[in-house]
Nanobody, 123 residues
Framework: QVQLVESGGGWVQAGGSLRLSCAAS????????VGWFRQAPGKEREFVAR????????AYADSVKGRFTISGDNAKNTVYLQMNSLKPEDTAVYYC????????????????WGQGTQVTVSS
């Protein structure tokens, strides 16, 4: 099985930056894609970005395109989410997730989830 641990969340003023990390351990060779999702209070969990693990093909939600960058480090089994030009509406708990057998185009593709890390952006 794969285990995921997120880190890097915190508080930042609007316009600032944060970098989230998602460290994977266990049977990581079975991972097809890693995604970042977020859930704000009272809202449903939504897709933010994903990366195909071997091909490094990224995809982004329209709301973060041009501001967030997803990347991966195979040697460290870690996926990063660099978040720039943060806005108050980016405030949420951010989760990383691993898709073990499917390309990760849908939330249901993801089999393993981390515990989440809080990001708070003040105006």
């Amino acid at each position: 099985q794969v285990q995921l641990v997120e880190s890097g969340g915190g508080w930042v003023q609007a316009g600032g930056s944060l970098r989230l990390s998602c460290a994977a351990s266990g049977r990581t060779f079975s991972t097809v894609a890693v995604g970042w999702f977020r859930q704000a209070p009272g809202k449903e969990r939504e897709f933010v970005a994903r990366i195909i693990w071997n091909g490094r093909i990224p995809a982004y939600a329209d709301s973060v395109k041009g501001r967030f960058t997803i990347s991966g480090d195979n040697a460290k089994n870690t996926v990063y989410l660099q978040m720039n030009s943060l806005k108050p509406e980016d405030t949420a708990v951010y989760y990383c997730a691993a898709a073990l057998g499917r390309p990760g185009g849908y939330m249901k593709d993801y089999d393993v989830w981390g515990q989440g890390t809080q990001v708070t952006v003040s105006s």
